[in-house]
């Protein structure tokens, strides 16, 4: 497992090639077998191979245009009615579940944020509006995130772990 996060990498080229069923179906148990609290588990996941759909999503911002070129696009949202609390965390919980299994299956991945910010007044509402106008996903659905997913064009070149400053023992 250390070794499927240590390689994971985002990856914003996709070699034309489609991504085999079993493969998008090990990603999505992985996804659905994350924590969350209280065993609420409000996430969705609404899975786009449509090439026109992903065409439009790559349109949601300047970061998400590669989307257009990744036969999948996971679209990770939840129902924040049933966890007013808790879907941020859960649904990343199962978005970062799903990365680490792609990169496992030799499967390049990149999370695309889309998630309106609560009440920073930056960019957000509008973004998930256009996902689920895309995707028909209904109103009272938040929309967390999207993620590129196919076969990387050449070799993905992961990230080191970052600095150990950033652990702290006992206290700061």
Not at 49 to 64: F, G, M, P, S
């Amino acid at each position: 497992m250390v070794e499927a996060i240590r390689k994971r990498a985002s990856v914003r080229r996709y070699a034309n090639e489609p991504v085999a069923e079993e493969d998008l179906q090990a990603i999505l148990e992985a996804a659905l077998s994350a924590p969350t609290a209280n065993n609420v588990r409000p996430w969705h996941i609404v899975v786009v191979t449509d090439e026109d759909k992903r065409k439009r999503l790559a349109q949601v911002h300047q970061w998400a245009s590669f989307c257009a070129a990744s036969p999948v696009v996971l679209a990770f949202c939840a129902d924040a009615t049933r966890q007013p609390h808790w879907w941020v965390e859960d649904t990343c919980a199962a978005l970062e579940n799903a990365l680490i299994q792609a990169a496992e299956l030799g499967l390049g991945t990149c999370w695309i944020g889309i998630r309106a910010g609560e009440g920073d007044g930056g960019p957000g509402p509008e973004r998930e509006d256009f996902v689920r106008e895309v995707l028909s996903i209904p109103g009272h659905v938040r929309v967390l995130a999207l993620v590129s997913l196919g076969h990387p064009e050449g070799e993905p070149t992961p990230k080191p772990a970052g600095p150990m400053d950033a652990i702290h023992r006992e206290t700061w």
